[in-house]
């Protein structure tokens, strides 16, 4: 199955004006998370950074990053927003090569918008073997819970000052959730610009994730948060670490 790619312009920067307050809530968690790697100088890959939310704090506390993202509207964002603290590159998963790294971060559970579990299991192996000794993965992933607590939702609207934001959400399988996204942008004569975008996420019963990760090498768990923060129902926290 393929897809247009994810988070055009208009979309990416709704994204960033509107919908940072995870990034803002998760990111004390993972920053505790990573203490040690900091301690260390350790290198610090993020997945999925989106226009660099979660970046900014990464790079507040120290660390050495490299913020990746699969969608170009979002590392534009993210370079302009990070302003040369950290580097920025496009990485899609599961096929592009991941490099060698001491910590690994994705917040916005990026790895569920990957077309089928097997994409996902890859992806998994892929972080996994990328991370070195003593190394930190601390990721989310969409659960099944995710579109059963879901289902039958109806759609829902956000406005901004300068943008505006309809989303529906038709059901399409226990393993997978859809979200079909209008968007309005205002341009500079005043008038809106409309656009569209609809979304995938895979869902997979997390609780077999630690086993997997276990068979790499990783002693990991799945947590209700990173920390302290309340993840949406069916979200959860991924944190493993390799020995």
């Known amino acids: 199955m ?7 312009p208009d979309l990416a920067r709704i994204h960033h004006l509107g919908f ?3 990034a803002d809530a998760c990111a004390p968690g993972v920053l505790d998370l990573l203490t040690h790697v900091r301690e260390r100088d350790g290198l610090v890959l993020e997945v999925g950074c989106g226009s660099g939310l979660l970046t900014h704090y990464l790079c507040d ?7 990746t993202d699969a969608s170009q509207a979002m590392m534009d964002l993210a370079a302009e927003n990070i302003g040369g603290r950290a580097e920025v590159r496009q990485l899609t998963l599961p096929d592009d090569p991941v490099p060698a790294v001491d910590a690994i971060v994705s917040v916005g559970h990026a790895l569920s918008y990957l077309p089928s579990q097997e994409a996902l299991d890859r992806a ?3 972080l996994a073997t990328a991370l070195r000794p003593g190394g930190v993965l601390a990721i989310d992933l969409c659960d099944l819970e995710w579109g059963r607590h879901r289902r039958g939702e109806r759609a829902a609207g956000w406005v901004g000052e300068d943008w505006a934001i309809v989303t529906e959400f038709p059901f ?5 959730y859809i ?8 341009t500079s004569d005043g008038t809106y610009r409309r656009g569209h975008e609809r979304h995938h996420n895979v869902l997979v019963d997390t609780s077999k994730v630690p086993a997997r990760l276990a ?10 948060a990173f920390g302290d923060e309340r993840l949406p129902v069916g979200l959860v926290a991924v944190v493993g670490r390799r020995p």
């Open 20 to 22: 940072g307050f995870h």
């Open 179 to 186: 979200r079909e996204m209008t968007t309005f942008t205002r």
């Open 124 to 126: 998994l192996v892929a």
């Open 2 to 8: 393929t897809h247009e790619p994810y988070y055009q």
């Open 215 to 224: 068979s790499l090498g990783l002693a990991a768990e799945v947590r209700p």
């Open 172 to 176: 399409e399988g226990e393993d997978r």
């Open 61 to 67: 506390a120290g660390h050495r990053v490299i913020a």
